[in-house]
């Protein structure tokens, strides 16, 4: 066993042999450290002078769970795999003693089940969260845990993901004991006590499943009608369920084997494999290829918001929700009075949700140093600006923070569109400068896009990941271009949704087509939400930029004649006041016909397949130019933004995951004959990264 030296420790105190899981940072249950459980207990079944065997991991994981990285790969079958380490420990003629700190997760809970008794500290957490990768548990979770602390308890468990405290099953069969000391020594005393009273070694897989009122099969038609109705697009739910219902109604050898035979089906599904894809991305995003891993951060202690309003507000909240005060600028006194209203009123409304005590309010609010100069930024570590998105505004803002803040504060901007580079270079010092680009309502969406400037210090894109994870968003790194990744690729979606407008499709339909998708939201709908006349001052500046005269499209002609969309009462759909859902508008309509009618457009129909090909496949055709170019450092980057930013839906795994499954082949084909039509944008033309790796047979991911 090469690996099992490294991936566990071997002990033997007085009698009790200690076998300790060493495979940082969780325990992750890989190959080696399947052997090296199973090395260390074969050891402690040849010594005879060992009475007991220990099983404990570290402070911070018993063990999180299987080693993802190993799905799909030899490893991951490869014997002694989990339920082979599980049926050693369970078949153990002398005790086995699972001793539990910081989690148990997954795979290390199955394995915690597979031992005699279980001692935990009281705030371990326990789970069983593979539902949220599309899987259920697959090594006796489903068959166990409910031998352990009753169907209903576990079925919540297994269905939620959601992880328990040890401490709310102390007592019960799940666990034995709570250390409130050392854990290992704690462990020890058991397993002596264990061997001095001659307590019988208790298998899970020996006791009977308590029946439940009002009847067993009567609460399992309950179940699989409550999570049908709330799983929709993800299939895992209900297979637990029926996992589950095994461990009540068979045999514990059936049970497994029917819960092995769900596992298997689950890992072959688009679903699981686009969650296990998600989980992967979120750790990779953190890893910059050319930057040393040992750069050193800077410190944040105090952060500077420039702007009260609605972003500017957001953006406060993160830093205040993490214990980190915020000086608040504004120009005039009445907007900082509403700012200052409107975070206090969030974290009320949080209050009166319970998630909040009305002393974390007071305590959150006190973090505010509210201001109408800059004189309290020369105090600040990190400043971000949150003003109006026009160049000139920003420059303005960047040179008075270049002669006011300190020396190695950094200085960031929430730009959506603009050019960084130019940003940095009002500056003095643009190594300190970088596009910190929060998502509406700031405070809410996970997404964090990190600008890098082309001088862009290490240390201030190590920091600002640091800070990232810290506020508890999902940040990924994107290079300087118009509208960094997210902004970039839905240009490219807009005007394909666009282009059904002109070809015949409606507002309703194509957003109706894109939800039915999974899409959260509709392109019009979203556009309404947003306002028209975002864009409208977008294709405006690029037209002037560019010296040419701006083309008109129908948005434009909406935002002329006043329907910037809900805050007008009226955009691509029409809003009563007081309602918040769409109403089809015979006034869009007309124009749309206007417009169709003086371009020589005769409408056509489509179909929803069409809508959905057409927006999906421009997101993936920018998002491969986005790779070639080096915005983003990874296909999985890419759908991270569209996932947590723009309401792609999860079961999807992102625009660049999707194209994948679909076979790139295929997107090819499709791109290169919306290329063909009369008149077509030279956009769709397919993008010679997403041809070479379509020719070569490779993928993004």
């Known amino acids: 066993m090469s690996n099992q030296p490294t991936s566990t420790q071997y002990d033997v105190r007085g009698s009790v042999a200690v076998v300790t899981l060493n495979n940082p940072p969780v325990n992750g249950l890989g190959y080696g450290l399947r052997s090296g459980i199973v090395a260390g207990l074969d050891k402690a079944l040849a010594d005879p002078m060992v009475t007991a065997v220990v099983l404990i991991g570290s402070d911070r994981a018993f063990s999180g769970g299987a080693d993802v990285k190993e799905f799909g790969t030899a490893n991951a079958g490869k014997s002694p795999n989990l339920p082979d380490v599980i049926k050693a420990l369970e078949n153990s003629p002398k005790p086995v003693v699972a001793a ?29 969260p593979e539902v949220k990768l599309g899987l259920l548990p697959g090594a006796g979770g489903t068959q166990r845990l409910p031998r352990l602390i009753g169907l209903e308890s576990a079925l919540n468990m297994i269905v939620s993901g959601a992880p328990v405290p040890a401490k709310k099953f102390e007592g019960s069969p799940l666990i034995d004991a709570i250390i409130e000391g050392d854990l290992v020594e704690g462990a020890l005393k058991f397993a002596e006590k264990a061997v001095a009273d001659k307590l019988p070694l208790k298998r899970a ?8 009122a009002p009847g067993t099969e009567a609460f399992l038609q309950f179940a699989r009608n409550t999570v049908g109705a709330t799983a929709k697009n993800y299939p895992a739910p209900l297979k637990c369920v029926e996992a589950v219902a095994a461990a009540a109604t068979k045999p514990f050898d059936e049970g497994l084997t029917y819960e092995r035979e769900l596992f298997q089906g689950l890992m072959l599904t688009s679903e699981s494999r686009a969650l296990r894809h998600v989980f992967n991305a979120e750790r990779a995003a953190g890893k910059i290829p050319d930057v040393p891993e040992d750069t050193k951060q800077r410190e944040i202690r105090r952060v500077g918001v420039i702007g009260a309003g609605t972003m500017g507000g957001g953006i406060t909240m993160n830093f205040l929700n993490v214990g980190i005060p915020v000086v608040l600028l504004e120009m005039k006194q009445e907007a900082l009075d509403r700012g200052l209203g409107t975070i206090r009123k969030n974290y009320e409304n949080s209050a009166a949700k319970g998630k909040l005590t009305a002393e974390q309010v007071e305590q959150r609010m006190a973090l505010i140093t509210p201001t109408l100069t800059y004189d309290p930024m020369k105090d600040v570590d990190l400043v971000i600006e949150a003003v109006f998105e026009s160049m ?7 040179k008075t923070l270049d002669e ?8 960031a901007s929430n730009t959506s569109y603009l050019n960084i580079d130019k940003i940095a270079s009002f500056t003095k010092r643009p190594q300190d400068v970088i596009g910190l680009h929060f998502f509406s309502p700031a405070n809410v ?33 994107s290079g300087v271009c118009d509208g960094f990744i997210g902004n970039r690729m839905l240009a490219r979606y807009g005007a394909a949704a666009q282009g059904l407008i002109n070809t015949g499709a409606l507002p309703q339909q194509i957003d109706g087509a894109l939800q039915k998708y999974g899409m959260a939201m509709g392109p019009f709908r979203m556009g309404d939400l947003a306002g028209l006349d975002i864009g409208w001052a977008t294709r405006k500046r690029k037209a002037a930029e560019a010296g040419v005269e701006l083309k008109p499209i129908v948005a434009d002609k909406l935002c002329e004649a006043g329907r910037f969309g809900q805050k007008t009462g009226a955009g691509w759909y029409r809003y009563e006041a007081g309602k918040r859902d ?29 809508v959905v090909e057409r927006c999906i496949f421009a997101l993936v055709n920018e998002g491969a130019r986005i790779l070639e170019e080096g915005i983003a450092a990874r296909a999985s980057d890419i759908d991270l933004v569209y996932l947590n930013g723009y309401g792609f839906p999860a079961h999807r795994g992102g625009p660049m995951l999707y194209a994948d499954i679909v076979g790139l082949p295929n997107v090819v084909r499709a791109l290169r004959r919306f290329a063909a039509e009369p008149g077509a944008d030279p956009s769709w033309q397919p993008a010679p990264l997403l041809v070479k790796l379509a020719e070569e047979g490779k993928t993004f991911n």
Request: hydrophobic content about 45%; overall charge positive.
């Open 404 to 411: 006011v803040c300190k020396p190695g504060a950094i200085l």
């Open 100 to 128: 539990i700190g910081g989690m148990a997760l997954g795979g290390g809970l199955e394995l915690a089940m597979g031992a005699h008794f279980r001692v935990a500290k009281g705030d371990a957490n326990l789970g069983l």
């Open 205 to 212: 897989r020996d006791l009977k499943v308590k029946p439940v």
């Open 582 to 610: 769409p109403i089809p508008d015979a006034m869009t309509e007309q124009l749309i016909n206007e417009y169709r009618a003086a371009s020589g457009i005769t409408p056509r129909k489509v179909e929803d397949s069409e």
């Open 392 to 398: 000139d505004v920003k420059e303005q803002v960047f």
């Open 445 to 477: 969406m996970r997404l964090l896009e990190i600008v890098r400037g082309a001088k862009t210090a290490d240390d201030v894109l190590v920091t600002s990941l640091a800070l990232g994870k810290k506020i508890k968003k999902v940040a990924v790194i």
